[in-house]
């Protein structure tokens, strides 16, 4: 990959809101320059999509956040490739990925309650055939989301008093 397109990746990333003309100013290029090759990489399925962060907590919307470890006997041929995307067609499913160590897929999800949440594990994840076992982990605070610092407080400015 060409270094001015990683360049507009590593931005798009961090701000994908950001005016083509001033990423082009930025990276001492022309506009048309950037369009053709964000055109490019999303065709390409490079760029996969754009997204909101948003601290749900602070709209006032209640939501149960949850990691759920997932062992899996692998199939054959497939591996954990079937097993996974029958996860990730679940609505409520936001991530599925492969990792190492003793699970071998990881599932993001939300739910409105904790009983939701583990009403799925128990009813839908646990119950496809090659699924051995699951541990789930609730979300309990956001500190760092997709790169993002959240619920970051404000410096308190105090005016100084003197007698």
Not at 51 to 69: M, P, Q, R, S, Y
Not at 102 to 131: C, H, N, W
């Amino acid at each position: 990959m060409n270094e001015n397109r990683r360049q507009i990746l590593r931005y798009l990333e961090t701000n994908s809101r950001i005016d083509l003309k001033e990423l082009a100013v930025l990276l001492g290029t022309d506009e048309v320059t950037i369009m053709n090759e964000v055109a490019t990489m999303e065709q390409e399925k490079i760029i996969c999509g754009y997204h909101t962060l948003i601290d749900w907590d602070k709209a006032g919307v209640e939501l149960v956040n949850a990691l759920i470890e997932v062992r899996v006997t692998p199939q054959r041929n497939d591996g954990f490739d079937k097993v996974a995307e029958r996860i990730y067609n679940y609505p409520e499913v936001t991530a599925v990925y492969l990792i190492s160590g003793a699970y071998d897929l990881l599932v993001s999800m939300e739910g409105r309650t904790l009983q939701e949440v583990s009403r799925f594990v128990s009813e839908k994840l646990s119950s496809i055939e090659p699924v051995i076992s699951t541990a789930t982990h609730f979300i309990l605070k956001k500190y760092k989301d997709h790169g993002t610092v959240m619920g970051r407080k404000m410096k308190e400015e105090r005016m100084l008093v003197t007698p």
